[in-house]
């Protein structure tokens, strides 16, 4: 009994090596393949007829496309190898203290593991299930968190993937490390007066370590037709990064996607802010979008960013752009449409000098604020689609929520 501890370390730690150098094959398998596939072939005929070169060019192009999603798998296949958590066993009387506290609030609790990973965070796995003959209500994962923080005198909250509700059949359950700031948002946004639907998209969402993931998507043109591809782009956008795959990576998969439409009328633009909360930093990766704003007090920074948009981007990619942030600092999204036509043709500027003297308001209210004097600077007149997208952090005090 006294080597158990020893001997499940050694067994995760050849079972986690094990995964990886499966993953590691399959990688080298997929960067093999788009060896091939890019690949130039010689044409055995010297002069091929019209029809025939154009397709031809038609598929080497889908061959070239081909060959860097396969590399980007082979790279999302090794990053995931390379990652590495360290699973600890609580001590006996820890766990049994653990154990009881939940039994005495109606939850059973097996298989409790601390998880440490390989940025240093912590985390607490284990299966959980509601005890129904002494069941006093259902339990929600958040319930479960802060009784967890109490036993354990270590702040958690509960993960993304959890379930809501704890019921009887165990389920595994992983609570996380608190972050240090709390966030809020707010949003404006304006139609082109002559449609009904604006082009432009959004979303805020978690996921990962980044904390909070702020996506803005502008389509080209207006109306419907731009609606559908922005919402495509914010949609790829959340569900790759809510996968785990990095923005980085991401960016290059939506534009391989857009480039595969094979139109220069549908191209679509990207702007993606990430918001790592436990460390207080954020990072901009942009392809054909307006210019971002960081608001440190009266200080206010503009970002610039990759000029062409996903589909046009080609072999470039863009270059994320980090900057640290602290407790009341904003960061300030928009589309083209809101610095666009301003009479001394000076938008970005006078938007800039309008930030640096709003201070102690909401994200909602320096969203709305924004959009009205954009407005009022063409006379009332809406001719593109206008969105602002705001987000202010704040250090996290006992009893603070998200926004």
């Not at 091939?36 to 055995?44: A, N």
Request: hydrophobic fraction near 40%; charged fraction near 30%; charge should be negative.
């Amino acid at each position: 009994m006294k080597n158990r501890g020893s001997a499940d370390t050694v067994q995760s730690e050849y079972l986690l090596e094990y995964g990886r150098r499966k993953i590691r094959v399959c990688a080298d398998t997929f960067q093999n393949l788009a060896q091939i596939f890019s690949e130039e072939r010689e044409d055995e005929e010297q002069q091929p007829e019209r029809a025939f070169f154009y397709l031809k060019k038609s598929l080497e192009r889908e061959r070239r496309l081909f060959a860097e999603n396969l590399k980007e798998m082979a790279e999302l296949m090794n990053r995931t190898s390379q990652e590495s958590v360290r699973f600890l066993r609580l001590g006996k009387r820890r766990k049994r203290q653990l154990v009881r506290a939940l039994a005495g609030e109606g939850l059973n609790a097996e298989d409790v593991y601390l998880v440490q990973r390989g940025n240093g965070r912590m985390e607490l796995s284990l299966l959980l299930s509601a005890r129904q003959a002494r069941s006093r209500g259902t339990r929600t994962a958040q319930e479960a968190a802060d009784l967890l923080s109490v036993i354990l005198d270590m702040r958690l909250v509960p993960s993304g993937q959890n379930p809501f509700f704890i019921g009887t059949e165990p389920v595994c359950c992983f609570f996380e490390e608190e972050p240090a700031y709390v966030w809020l948002t707010g949003t404006a946004r304006a139609v082109r007066e002559t449609e009904t639907v604006s082009g432009d998209n959004f979303a805020f969402f978690e996921a990962g370590d980044a904390g909070l993931v702020l996506a803005l998507s502008d389509g080209m043109g207006s109306g419907e037709a731009a609606c559908r591809d922005s919402e495509a782009v914010v949609d790829m956008a959340e569900n790759m990064l809510e996968a785990g795959i990095d923005a980085q990576m991401a960016v290059r998969l939506m534009n391989s996607a857009m480039a595969g439409e094979g139109s220069m009328e549908c191209l679509p633009t990207l702007d993606l802010c990430t918001l790592d909360l436990h460390e207080g930093e954020c990072t901009f990766l942009k392809a054909g979008a307006a210019a971002s704003f960081v608001k440190h007090g009266s200080v206010v920074e503009r970002i610039g960013g990759a000029s062409l948009p996903l589909g046009a981007l080609g072999e470039s990619r863009p270059q994320p752009v980090k900057r640290d942030l602290s407790d009341g600092d904003y960061i300030i999204l928009m589309t083209d449409g809101m610095a666009e036509s301003w009479p001394d043709g000076e938008g970005e500027k006078r938007l800039e000098t309008l930030l640096s003297g709003m201070n102690g308001i909401s994200p909602s209210e320096m969203a709305g604020l924004l959009l009205r004097a954009a407005i009022e600077q063409r006379g009332g007149r809406i001719r593109d689609d206008m969105t602002v997208l705001c987000a202010g952090i704040w250090e996290k005090k006992d009893g603070d929520g998200e926004g």
